[in-house]
């Protein structure tokens, strides 16, 4: 993937970092450096007590104030006189979800607890991952996503539009917090496999970071979601009396590359060197181009190129436990050939380079993929876009799915192609009668646009197929035996990497920390798991699985001389635990 971006930046490597725009937390409103006709912002704290600490989230805890904490803060009166448990809370707020019958009303259930109490939403959360994941993020958020302008209540991040150009510096100035660990941002044109939602996929980095807290231990108040709003192509928004975006056509070219150039820069001045950008959601043509162009500048990481390909790794090495052998013995096929298909693939040519010591041109040979016009073959080259350049092989031209499977025989079949139900019968029926075990990934979201759903891999693969898709499924019996779906959700892979760049101080993402992430995730996959067929471990030790990816990141970045935290911790695994948040309600003097 490295080699890809050099490529694209002409050469430059991430291990040899530039930086050309100071900043950091130390003065980052001005203050210092104003002279006596510039305007400064005049910023006051204050300790909240009574009414207003009931309004802020932060330090709300509800009827979970002691009675010394009610006299304290100015409390008697304003609470009933009962005091609750954390505990009995968490029981209440579960069972009043229970009784909300659609996952949207449950998500907004969720969105207003995080509004009102901040600790006990991410206790909830962090206690109840496996139920709750669905909701505050794939496939619901998706649905959030579409209907956000209607449910709409309170901004939960920045929205910086074309009206901000050239005043983006003071706008993440508005932002009441200093010390930002990691940014998660948008344009929203891509979310998930539903398109261009504009200002609305704004419930894409409000999620993302909610599992940056709940997942991998990043305080909230270290976390900032941003929406890029540059305007929409979805005709049926522009027309929506209830839109909350910039109502024109996107904009593209010049106009859209110095609106994210003025972000980048901002961002960098603002809160520093060492602050995560994370990519989210953007169309194939922006994000390989961002990703190569800030990635020797900025901390900045994509997840639906590199979490996503960590994840799907980490998921292919675990599955090798049932397949045997090395990747490199193993032929893969792809269905969808976007920024997460060769994403994907680039990351298991580099793992298969690394196992067999071959050049990544020889191992990329085992890898083929198959976009909109069939498999991609080396005389489609001159019409084929950059990053699909290295996927065409020489073969003949093969037209579609089914008959690129009968000419490849591949052992393992992902799909990243966003459109649903394309692992037809004839597909997987074809790709079990040469393996023994079939791999079947459908990785495409939300569930609508999955490739295929669990019950049709069981059961047309007659129970041979080792499954994961990118949505949740629910287990499948077949033929009198229960089978458990494994799930490459991204949640295993970017709250930890993204903790260990945290920890570490790192100021560059390079590809070994990938590789490393990857490999902790698979190393968390168990001899029981790997019996059940499962080769990913349960959601409900994400926050141990985390922190064991937060110290394979970490120590790779202090490795690669990437990391300025120092001195190194002796136990990384227990440094990351040691940083993670808790949810615990604090007591109050």
Not at 125 to 140: A, F, H, Q
Not at 322 to 334: K, R
Not at 393 to 421: F, Q, W, Y
Not at 442 to 470: D, H, M, R, V
Request: proline share 5%; aromatic share 8%.
């Amino acid at each position: 993937m490295e080699s890809t971006m050099k490529e694209l930046r002409g050469g430059e490597s991430v291990l040899e970092p530039k930086s050309n725009v100071g900043g950091g937390v130390e003065d980052v409103y001005g203050e210092d450096r104003a002279t006596e006709d510039q305007l400064i912002t005049p910023w006051a704290f204050s300790v909240a007590s009574g009414s207003s600490l009931l309004r802020d989230p932060r330090y709300n805890k509800g009827l979970a104030f002691s009675e010394s904490e009610r006299d304290a803060h100015y409390l008697r009166g304003l609470l009933p006189p009962a005091v609750l448990s954390q505990q009995l809370q968490e029981k209440k707020l579960m069972m009043n979800l229970q009784q909300h019958h659609l996952p949207l009303q449950k998500y907004m259930a969720l969105m207003d607890l995080q509004e009102r109490n901040e600790r006990l939403f991410y206790k909830l959360l962090i206690d109840n991952v496996e139920e709750l994941l669905p909701i505050v993020y794939t496939p619901t958020v998706g649905e959030a996503c579409q209907k956000y302008g209607s449910i709409f209540r309170r901004p939960q991040g920045l929205f910086i539009s074309l009206k901000e150009k050239g005043k983006i510096l003071e706008v993440l100035k508005n932002w009441p917090e200093r010390s930002i660990q990691v940014i998660v941002v948008t344009d929203g044109e891509r979310i998930l496999g539903l398109g261009d939602l504009g200002c609305q996929g704004m419930g894409i980095p409000v999620g993302k970071l909610a599992l940056y807290t709940a997942l991998g231990g990043v305080r909230p108040s270290a976390c900032l979601p941003v929406t890029i709003d540059v305007g929409t192509n979805n005709e049926q928004l522009l027309k929506d009396e209830f839109y909350i975006g910039l109502r024109q056509k996107r904009a593209t070219g010049q106009e859209y590359d110095d609106l994210l150039n003025e972000f980048m820069c901002a961002v960098k001045q603002n809160f520093g060197e060492k602050v995560l950008i994370q990519f989210e959601d953007f169309a194939n043509h922006n994000a390989f181009s961002l990703l190569a162009k800030y990635g020797t500048t900025h901390l900045v990481f994509n997840d639906d190129i590199q979490g996503t390909a960590a994840v799907v790794l980490a998921g292919v090495v675990a599955a090798l436990k049932i397949l045997g052998g090395i990747l490199v013995d193993h032929t893969f096929l792809f269905l969808g050939a976007g920024e997460a298909g060769t994403g994907i693939a680039e990351l298991i040519a580099l793992e298969m380079s690394k196992q067999a010591k071959a050049p990544v041109e020889e191992t990329r040979k085992k890898i083929w993929l198959v976009d909109s016009k069939g498999l991609i073959v080396s005389s489609r080259k001159d019409t084929l876009q950059h990053f699909k350049k290295p996927w065409a092989h020489e073969h003949e031209p093969v037209k579609d799915l089914l008959n690129a499977v009968k000419a490849i025989k591949p052992t393992i079949l992902i799909g990243s192609s966003g459109v649903g139900r394309t692992f037809t019968k004839e597909v997987i029926e074809a790709v079990s009668s040469f393996n023994e075990r079939p791999v079947i990934m459908a990785l495409s979201n939300p569930t609508s646009q999955s490739e295929c759903t669990a019950e049709e891999a069981y059961t047309w693969s007659k129970g041979k197929a080792i499954f994961a898709s990118g949505s949740p499924f629910g287990p499948v019996r077949y033929n009198g035996k229960d089978f458990v779906p494994g799930q490459a959700n991204n949640a295993y892979i970017f709250p930890g990497f993204g903790l260990g760049l945290v920890i570490s101080g790192t100021i560059r993402v390079h590809d070994e920390m990938l590789l490393a992430a990857a490999e902790g995730l698979a190393g968390q996959v168990t001899e029981e798991n790997i019996e059940k067929g499962l080769i990913y471990p349960p959601f409900q030790n994400i926050r141990k699985i985390s922190a064991h990816i937060a110290a394979k990141v970490a120590a790779k970045a202090y490795d690669l001389g990437l990391a300025s935290r120092l001195p190194r911790p002796d136990n990384l695994v227990k440094y990351a635990e040691s940083c993670m948040y808790s949810p615990l309600y604090r007591n109050y003097r």
